[in-house]
């Protein structure tokens, strides 16, 4: 299982300055398109040879493959400023998204509802990945996906994960979900307004309209369930939720109570004194467990399974947090 996602929204970061990216740009070599151009003419020939790529479309799309610095510049990079967690929920869960979302949760209200209860995940939770990961299907990248990946299997660092993902962007192509001029994603090739890297595509994308294409950029429906039938696939319970705020006692010992390895009932975190953020008692659900983390001091949550399974998609924190808060404004 594979989401992929130390591509996008890598929790806390903003944009390097220019003067930072120039520093990183003079350590970095710009591609050779000489040795390029011949491991491209070889990967190429194994993509038909092993992988039963058709040739005619590796002839249409290796023209269009080409080395983009500015993708090794990225990958290179590490990022010197980060965002408070305070920082980065008031943007991902900012007003503005709070109203599209609802906006959207009401226009497609009939569809979603289908949806989610085909795969049992609430639509609220569709719609909170889908704002996060592509600000609702408008940010998904302008990147080249096959030049991206080619460029970062050819680097070298991550070589064997990347020349795999390429092998299934040329099979996407080449079973016709999408032509190679319109398969644009991230720096690091997460396609489409789910954002999938490919091999997730062929693991959860989904036809949902029937028309013969799983088509995770401009089909709705194909988004829709797509992200749901991701969620079902890797253990979503829509009995429940993803977590609530809460309040915790003065000196409570971190070591021994916060993090996700540690798991108590509702009525155990109520015997140590935890609370809801608005000070009532915590439900009284006997069976249900919970995890404390705490991302920053003032900001506790109790999370439950379906946090951890947000956490397959994104493994950042504050991403799963941010889901299960921006969640919450749709119900």
């Given amino acids: 299982m594979k989401k992929i996602l130390f591509l996008c929204f890598l929790y806390f970061t903003t944009a390097l300055p220019s003067d930072a990216f120039s520093a990183i740009e003079a350590k970095i070599r710009p591609v050779n398109e000489a040795k390029f151009s011949q491991w491209l003419d070889m990967t190429l020939s194994e993509a038909v040879r092993d992988h039963k790529i058709a040739q005619s479309t590796v002839d249409k799309v290796k023209s269009g493959i080409k080395p983009i610095d500015r993708v090794i510049e990225l990958d290179r990079s590490q990022p010197e400023f980060k965002r408070t967690f305070e920082q980065y929920i008031s943007r991902a869960v900012s ?13 497609y209200s009939s569809l979603l509802n289908e949806i ?16 996060i990961e592509t600000n609702f299907g408008k940010t998904t990248g302008g990147f080249s996906v096959l030049s991206s990946l080619a460029t970062l299997a050819f680097d070298g ?24 001029d319109k398969m644009k994603g991230s720096w690091a090739g997460a396609m489409g307004q789910s954002q999938f890297m490919p091999s997730s595509f062929f693991a959860y994308a989904v036809d949902y309209d029937g028309d013969g294409h799983r088509d995770i950029w401009t089909s709705r ?16 319970d829509d009995s429940k939720t993803w977590g609530r705020r809460v309040t915790v006692p003065k000196g409570l010992s ?12 509702l009525t155990q ?21 919970a995890s404390l983390i705490q991302p920053q001091e003032n900001y506790s949550y109790l999370v439950y399974k379906n946090f951890n399974n947000i956490l397959k998609w994104n ?16 119900k």
């Fill in 157 to 180: 660092r991550r070589s064997a994960y990347f020349k795999k993902e390429f092998f299934n962007a040329l099979k996407i192509i080449d079973q016709g979900h999408i032509s190679h």
């Fill in 315 to 330: 493994r950042s924190t504050s991403f799963a947090l941010a889901v299960g808060l921006l969640s919450d404004k749709y």
């Fill in 116 to 131: 989610g209860k085909k795969y049992g995940v609430q639509p609220r939770f569709i719609v909170a990945l889908w704002g």
């Fill in 269 to 289: 975190w109520s015997k140590i004194g935890i609370k809801k953020h608005n000070g009532q008692a915590l439900p009284r659900v006997p069976s249900l467990k």
């Fill in 221 to 236: 429906p194909d988004v829709f369930a797509s992200i749901a039938n991701y969620l079902s696939k890797v253990g979503w």
């Fill in 95 to 107: 007003k503005t998204r709070t109203k599209k979302g609802r906006a959207y949760m009401k226009e």
């Fill in 254 to 265: 971190r070591n021994k109570y916060l993090g996700l390895q540690i798991e108590k009932t």
